[in-house]
């Protein structure tokens, strides 16, 4: 998914927050999100928890928005023209609707709810997502992976897989990167990764083992749940400090739950993220907006019925390092 912002913010991320100490014991921020339109006269509206102020990275998860449910006869759907990514990967996941990709590898897929598409960019790559005449309610997360800089130039590849669904304690797990609750995804990365849907029965509570090496994000999309003792509510992001051996999630509402659980070892790298591009400074931005807009490095989208999306202009000022909290 593209960021559709027409002055998008450039900021680096990574390193050890000022202060940070990992601890025993379980210590949960909560993140809210904010609302950003996706653009046209009928935009769809995506709420976006990473990257904020308060919290760029969980692991190398650098960036998460979640929609839905939109009624597509309303918003008009999604129709994200060919725009570039670099230094990433993406990780689409649905809960209801359906979305066709297309990419300048050649891979024609559609992403469809309880399987994962994942795409890396690397040097470069451009990709067009519309959501399908027989999608009528839009819902899902978007998500991107920094890649790390031994591979941020990695061969682009598109995988996908879709995780068979681990039961317990009334709960339903579909683990669609890294392992949790016994289940391993066959998807490769390249940081140590957790990525995840939990769907929870009514006041159904459930204890998950997990790496205390991790930092966890628990996103909310459907009810209220409590992570190891924090409440978190719908759209919002409960931060989890690397640390425990375990979280536990409860389901305080009469309803079902429905969360997307991520996690990894902290991203020590920092990173710039400008628009659809991750790099190590302001040159490495620069060179793939250029590189966009002459048409070089990212490759074509066939089959994509519009023109591709023109990069935003870059800020009238250098481009320049926001902090280090990740």
């Not at 002055?7 to 379980?26: F, L, N, Q, S």
């Not at 990365?189 to 995840?196: E, I, V």
């Not at 919002?236 to 305080?252: C, I, M």
């Amino acid at each position: 998914m593209s960021k559709a912002e027409t002055k998008p913010v450039e900021m680096r991320c990574g390193g050890p927050a000022d202060g940070e100490r990992a601890t025993e014991a379980v210590r949960v921020d909560v993140l809210t999100s904010r609302d950003v339109p996706l653009g046209g006269p009928r935009a769809m509206t995506v709420r976006r928890t990473l990257p904020q102020r308060a919290r760029t990275l969980i692991g190398a998860w650098c960036f998460a928005d979640h929609y839905g449910p939109d009624d597509v006869s309303v918003t008009g759907g999604m129709d994200v023209a060919p725009h570039p990514h670099t230094g990433l990967q993406t990780v689409s996941w649905l809960f209801s609707g359906e979305i066709e990709h297309r990419d300048s590898l050649g891979s024609h897929a559609f992403v469809r709810p309880g399987e994962l598409n994942l795409m890396t960019g690397g040097h470069g790559i451009s990709h067009s997502e519309v959501s399908t005449p027989r999608t009528t309610v839009l819902h899902g997360v978007q998500l991107w992976v920094a890649l790390p800089e031994a591979h941020r130039d990695a061969d682009r590849d598109f995988q996908h897989h879709a995780p068979e669904p681990v039961r317990a304690d009334g709960a339903e797990i579909r683990v669609f990167l890294g392992s949790l609750a016994g289940h391993t995804s066959p998807v490769r990365t390249f940081t140590p990764l957790l990525g995840a849907e939990i769907v929870l029965q009514p006041r159904a509570a459930l204890t998950l083992a997990v790496d205390p090496g991790f930092e966890h994000g628990l996103l909310v999309d459907q009810g209220k749940v409590r992570l190891s003792g924090t409440l978190v509510g719908r759209a919002e992001l409960g931060y989890a400090h690397p640390g425990a051996d375990a979280l536990t999630l409860a389901n305080e509402s009469d309803g079902i739950a429905r969360t997307v659980l991520l996690g990894g070892t902290p991203f020590e790298e920092e990173i710039v993220m400008w628009w659809n591009f991750i790099g190590r400074s302001a040159e490495d931005i620069v060179q793939a907006r250029q590189d966009w807009m002459e048409g070089r490095r990212f490759g074509e989208v066939q089959g994509y019925d519009g023109a591709p999306l023109p990069a935003p202009e870059l800020p009238t000022v250098p481009l320049k390092p926001r902090g280090k909290r990740r």
